[in-house]
Structures are given as structure tokens and as C-alpha cells.
């Protein structure tokens, strides 16, 4: 998406709702961005909305994924323009993605546990 708004967490969770299997819920883990929380989405039946509290980057596995992207592709780099920082971004977010090891050691938390 090319920005981070209403319409775009509305067409999030649509995309969401449709993935998860008949007879079971999801529940998404959100920062308090305005467009994460705003009383103008239509958040589908079987999707639960749980906010993190403030100041706690550590709870939010995003946090890790993108200081991963930073630490091994994007930090201490010059971009001449927009669209060179988007490819750069696109490169890394498709090669941390093709490693599923990659994404499940730094999202995984004990205390989450799937049902």
C-alpha cells in the first residue's frame, strides 16, 4: 500500500477476514496508529482487534522484522531518489521473506500460544 491509512487497514482486514477458515477467529495485534484503531472501520465478524500498550515496542514483532530489514539491508546506505528506496525496500522485504525461519524466530513468544 502506498500509504498507511483508514483505506488501507479496511482493505487489511477484508483481505484477513477472507484467510481465516470457517469456524475460527483471528485476533491482530495493532500499535495505537490512528488508522489501526479509528471508529470508522468495519472490522469483520471474525476478526478481533487488541491494541498494544504505549511505549512497548518490545510486545510488537514488526519492531523486530524491521530492525532485521534495517540491520542487514537498509542501514548505512544513500538512495538518490524515492524510487530507489522503494526497490531497496522491496529487495529487502523479499529476501527476508523467502527464509520462513527467519520470520518465525523473530515473532515467536512464548507466551502466545495457537489454538
Known sequence: M????????????????????????????????AWHLTGKLEVPENISIVPLPPYSPELNPVEQVWQQLRHRSLANRCFKDYEHIVEACCE???????CPSNIQSLCARKWAILI
Not at 2 to 23: C, D, F, R, W
Not at 92 to 98: C, L
Open 92 to 98: 529487502a522485504w523479499n529476501k527476508f521473506v523467502t
Open 2 to 33: 502506498p500509504k498507511a491509512n483508514t483505506e488501507g487497514m479496511q482493505y487489511h482486514l477484508e483481505v484477513i477476514s477472507e484467510s481465516v477458515s470457517p469456524g475460527k477467529h483471528a485476533v491482530l495485534v495493532v500499535d495505537k496508529a
